[in-house]
Each structure stands twice: as C-alpha cells, then as structure tokens.
C-alpha cells in the first residue's frame, strides 16, 4: 500500500467516523447525498417507484416533495388510465425521474434488481403476487439489499378472501362503513371523490409505514416489508367513530349524527346566489356566535343538543342563509369565530386571500398546483418538474450517487 492509499484510507475512516458521531446509533443509514443542491427532510433518500396509479403515484410525489430521490419504473407503453392526459397537469408525477423497463423480460428485472441494490426503499402498487411473478418480489429484492424497505400498496390488502379481487377507491371504502356513513340520510351514499380510501387510508399509511420502517432500519441495520391497505388503513380513519358507535353515541344512519351532517351546527348551507357556506359550531361558544351572525334569539330556539330539535333548527337555519349570497355572509362571520366558512370551487381555491398569502400554490413549468406539504422551518420542500416518461435516466443514476465509471452504471446505462 503506498502513502497515498494509507492517507486516503485514513481520511476514509475519519469522515466515517464523524458520520457515525452525527448518528443517533452510530450507524449510517444514508450516505449517498450529493452536493447537488438537495434540500428537504429527506435529502439523500433513495425512493424506486414501481408505476402505479392512485396512491403509490401519490406517495412519491410527496417523497419527492420532501427532498427524497425518487426513480419510476415505467412500462414501455402508457396505462389505460393516464393515456391522453398531458403530462404537464398530472401533478402527482412531479419531481422524480423516469426509466422504462419492461419489466416481464429478463433485461427489465435484471435492470430494476440493479437499482433495488443502491435504493433504500422500494414502492409498488401490484396486485398481491404479481412482483413475486416478476422475480421482483420482496425475498429476491431484500436478498439484494438487506436494509430495503419495501412498501406495498393494495386495496385488500396482501392476503384475506378478497386479496385478489379488483377493486377501487369506492370498493374499499364500501368494505369499511366510510361509505355507509357519507351522504344524505335518505339518499345514496356519497362519493367523496378517491379522498379516503386512495390517499387518507393508503398513501398517507403507506408513507407512515415506510418512513417508520427506515426508523426502525437505523438500529437493527434491516429494512422490511410495509403491508399497506385502504380496508385497514379507512377502518384506521374511522376508529373515532367506531368507538362513538360501541358506546351508543353514534347513529348507523347516515345524516343522524354529530359529524355527518345531521346536526343543524355541522354541515353545510346553500346561499341565495346557488352557493354554500360550511357551518362547524360545535362548541357553545361558537354555536353563540353562529346565532349571532344569523340574528336569531338563543332563548327563543330549543337547545343546541337536542337531537329532537335538529330538524326543525337545520330548516330554520336554511331559511336565513337563503337570505343572503355567499360573500355576504362571509362579511358576517369574518373575525366572528363562529367556525362559518364559505364552499369554494376548485377554480377559486388558488386566488382565495389565505392561500395567496401563504403561498399555498406553486408554478411547476408555468403551471399552478398545491405546494409541497407539511411545511418545515429548515429543510424546505420543493416542487419538482414532472418528467417525460424515460426522461433523465442516466441523470438519475447519478443523483443516486453511482459514478460513470462504476460498472452498475455502465450496464444500467446501456439497458435503459
């Protein structure tokens, strides 16, 4: 060994020293940020997305929004869902990069356990069994790299009766009793848009278990599978009620309860130019104020919790707000704290006083869309442009730290 190799070996062990000084327990998880101007919470981590739609696709923006170096596996020909859709407004493909891999060749899984070698997680949205099918199943992928954390997305769930059958947002929900308790009283149940099953319970639990898995990854030095469900993840967004229900506070029909509309404080009213105003005066105080900005008499209403009265209060209270127009009653109940807001459209969100001021939209390549969120006070968020799909692939490498010359490099750069 000459001098040279025993300096840089010694300069080696004192920068991995100081690293591990830096750690919580000593080990280092993630060194491969780059000086590239990474910024965000999770700067350094490297995220493989295999394509997907709906939550998985959701979950990576969000991975990426905070800083995470996210690469998509795309298939060589679009889905069906996505086909004709310009690429500059499918917001949820912001900020990663796409390589295509056709992932049912020989070449393609070879490729993908490539990149599963230099990636710390690793997110899928198949249907149970069909990565196993691929060769890209979690035993094959974790065998390659003991620390990946391996996120799976499904509605179902990976095993159970129903573990195999097609499904939606709507579908799973229905499973759950979310469906069941959205919606008028004596009409149908409301679709509340792909909300609870898509995002609240899959992506928003998929990324908790992924990110509490990579916690967990910094002391026991393996990464493991993170089974993530919209049956189980809504029935978890339900518990409240769930537990409202068993101790006899809560109605099984719709429109009858505290929360479902079916109290007259706690729902929303239509204005006399054809628009809405959302009421949540729940507590005394607010429901004072409520009255108040609707001119009514407390003393001369039943009270506020009396659930036999709430029909005769959510008519009466219709009739007042059908007296003036939206902006109206805003002027009433600004500074009132009343918890009484106006209903915006889609179309009035970004140009609404609070969100112009928090800056709560951003411009990705000339387009507005909702920032990057939560917010933190150091490692800010950034909204990255949306890739064309195969766009930048052997940028990416790069940002994943493998060297131009390093032989993985090479042979992923000439497979992709």
């Known amino acids: ?222 990464g493991q599978v993170v089974d993530a469900a919209m049956v189980d993840g809504s029935m978890a967004l339900l518990a409240p009620i769930f537990g409202r229900l068993q101790s006899g506070q809560w109605i099984d029909e719709r429109e009858s309860n505290l929360l479902d509309g079916g109290a007259p404080f706690y729902g929303t009213y239509e204005t006399s130019d054809g628009r809405y105003m959302a009421v949540g005066a729940i507590e005394a105080t607010f429901y004072k104020n409520l009255l108040d900005g609707l001119g009514l008499n407390a003393k001369a209403l039943p009270a506020q919790m009396d659930r036999s009265a709430w029909p005769v209060l959510r008519e009466l209270f219709a009739q007042v707000f059908r007296q003036r127009t939206r902006d109206e009653w805003c002027d009433v109940f600004t500074n009132k704290q009343a918890c009484v807001t106006p209903v915006l459209s889609l179309m009035e969100v970004p140009n609404h006083s609070h969100h112009l001021e928090r800056q709560a939209f951003v411009e990705v390549d000339g387009v507005p869309q909702p920032a990057p969120a939560p917010r933190f006070s150091r490692t800010l968020g950034r909204a990255g442009p949306i890739s064309k799909r195969g766009g930048g692939a052997k940028a990416a490498l790069l940002r994943w730290g493998l060297k131009a010359d390093d032989p993985m490099f090479k042979k992923l750069s000439s497979d992709l």
């Not at 990149?115 to 065998?143: F, K, T, W």
């Not at 620390?147 to 229905?174: C, E, F, K």
């Open 1 to 222: 060994m000459t001098q040279l190799d025993v300096l840089v070996d010694t300069l080696f062990r004192c920068v991995k020293r100081l690293l591990q000084l830096n750690s919580p327990d000593g080990q280092i998880l993630f060194m491969n940020q780059q000086a590239n101007n990474l910024t965000g919470p999770l700067a350094g981590l490297r995220v493989l997305e295999i394509e997907a739609i709906g939550p998985v696709t959701w979950a990576g923006m969000v991975l990426s929004d905070l800083g995470a170096q996210v690469i998509r596996i795309d298939r060589p020909a679009e889905t069906e869902i996505s086909q004709g859709f310009s690429p500059q407004f499918q917001f949820t493909q912001r900020g990663r990069d796409s390589i295509i891999l056709d992932l049912k060749s020989e070449q393609g899984v070879d490729s993908a356990l490539g990149l599963v070698s230099h990636a710390d997680v690793l997110i899928e949205g198949m249907r149970p069994g069909v990565m196993e099918r691929l060769g890209l199943g979690p035993e094959i992928c974790m065998a390659r790299n003991q620390r990946l954390v391996y996120g799976r997305m499904t509605g179902w769930g990976q095993d159970g009766p129903w573990s195999q059958m097609a499904g939606h947002d709507i579908n799973y929900i229905g499973l759950t009793g979310a469906l069941h308790a959205i919606g008028p009283r004596h009409g149908r149940p409301s679709v509340p848009l792909n909300l609870v099953g898509d995002f609240g319970g899959g992506a928003m639990l998929l990324l908790v278990g992924v990110l509490s898995a990579i916690w967990e990854a910094r002391n026991s030095g393996h």
